[in-house]
């Protein structure tokens, strides 16, 4: 393998036409302002969990820098979820943003994407209860708002003789030592984000994850001033982001929401008036963006899409940021959405994935390759780097 300091060894040759002529979705291809970052489209990488950082120390590799610097005429690229603390991980060989060793790794990645003329956001990830022992520190349960045991089972990869999944523990409630400490690994994974070459950080409060665990009713049974209200619930989530912005300055911090689904199978009583809240409590804090999933068939069972329709468009009138849709959106719906004021700009996931020029191919209106999901997940360069391009990619590795 070649020297992971040697970022120019795994640079790509990338021609991007998405933007050179007239496009079939001119709203998803015009430029965007973000923040004092000038972004070249409206066609958003959408955070993507591939597995396959390092076993060990949670590292990425030149094989990474290769995959994102391909994808780098996204207007803007979501990192795939990165563990803040060994506490924060829940699933085999994922990235984390807490080491010297794993900064240096990243920067690789960013100097990758920014020579390719990209840009890149760190999304910092918590699982909280969607975890086992085999990753916490000395075996210990995972954390989360209170005592918890997710629905279905925690991928372990190769860890433990009767993976590659096993059903998750019980979690354990944390104290009020706990969360203190979990700020601190927060403010630290935004430091090494910015010393990793981010351009910016996404705080992901969606899918089930820990600050969600805090936010979502079912989960959430404290009686302190984390627990009971709205308020309290939505404490937390304020309080990280303010210590991100001791770090990373609010125009440079997006934030990321689900009102529904995401593994484990928690929920909240009444998420239109809860995460109507959280909208709000964000907007507060000057965030650059806030990204929001609509219900679909890949964090829940794509139910109540209609509905799931409306709370979006209420958050977004609630937000006073730039507003990132996500949920399975076809081309023609996000650029529909866009036209009416409806987003900003909309994060596409799987069909990313399978199409590394997704901007151009979606201005040319495709065609588009389909994903191969028996490649999501671990593995090496098949249903990861391979798939083809409509413009010439050359690398070096």
């Not at 040697?6 to 001119?26: G, L, M, V």
């Not at 984390?96 to 999304?123: L, P």
């Not at 995460?275 to 963006?289: L, N, Q, R, T």
């Not at 409806?342 to 799987?350: L, M, P, S, W, Y």
């Amino acid at each position: 393998m070649q020297n992971i300091n040697n970022s120019r060894s795994t640079q790509p040759e990338i021609h991007n036409e998405a933007n050179s002529e007239k496009s079939a979705f001119p709203s998803l291809s015009a430029p965007l302002k973000m923040g004092n970052i000038q972004l070249n489209n409206r066609v958003f990488m959408a955070p993507l969990t591939r597995s396959r950082s390092t076993p060990e120390e949670n590292l990425q590799t030149p094989l990474h820098a290769l995959y994102y610097a391909q994808r780098a005429s996204a207007g803007l690229i979501i990192s795939e979820a990165t563990q803040i603390s060994p506490q924060g991980q829940g699933y085999a060989w994922t990235p984390g943003i807490f080491t010297n060793e794993q900064v240096s790794h990243w920067k690789v990645v960013t100097d990758a994407v920014h020579n390719a003329g990209g840009r890149i956001f760190c999304q910092l990830w918590h699982v909280g209860a969607i975890s086992h022992q085999v990753f916490q520190p000395h075996d210990a349960p995972p954390f989360s708002s209170s005592e918890f045991q997710p629905e279905g089972e925690a991928f372990v990869g190769d860890l433990l003789p009767d993976g590659p999944t096993v059903p998750h523990p019980k979690a354990q409630a944390m104290t009020l030592e706990d969360i203190a400490n979990l700020k601190r690994d927060y403010r630290h994974a935004a430091k090494c984000a910015k010393e990793a070459g981010f351009d910016g950080v996404e705080l992901h409060a969606a899918n089930g994850y820990l600050l969600d665990q805090f936010i979502r009713s079912s989960v959430n049974k404290r009686d302190d001033q984390y627990g009971g209200s709205v308020e309290n619930r939505l404490r937390l989530l304020e309080e990280v982001i303010d210590v991100i912005a001791q770090e990373i300055p609010s125009s440079n911090i997006g934030v990321r929401l689900s009102p529904t689904g995401g593994p484990g199978g928690s929920y909240d009583d009444d998420p239109e008036g809860t995460y109507m809240a959280a909208a709000k409590a964000i907007s507060g804090k000057g965030a650059v963006y806030l990204h929001v999933v609509r219900p679909n068939n890949h964090t829940g069972d794509g139910s109540g899409i209609e509905k799931g329709n409306k709370l979006l468009k209420d958050m977004r009138a609630a937000f006073s940021g730039l507003f990132i849709a996500n949920g399975e959106f076809s081309p023609q719906e996000a650029n529909k959405w866009i036209e009416n004021k409806d987003a900003d700009a909309v994060a596409f996931g799987r069909s990313f994935l399978a199409n590394p020029d997704l901007p151009a191919r979606i201005a040319k209106d495709g065609p588009y390759n389909e994903p191969n999901e028996e490649t999501f997940y671990g593995g090496g360069s098949e249903g990861y780097v391979d798939y083809p391009s409509l413009n010439c990619i050359k690398s070096a590795l």
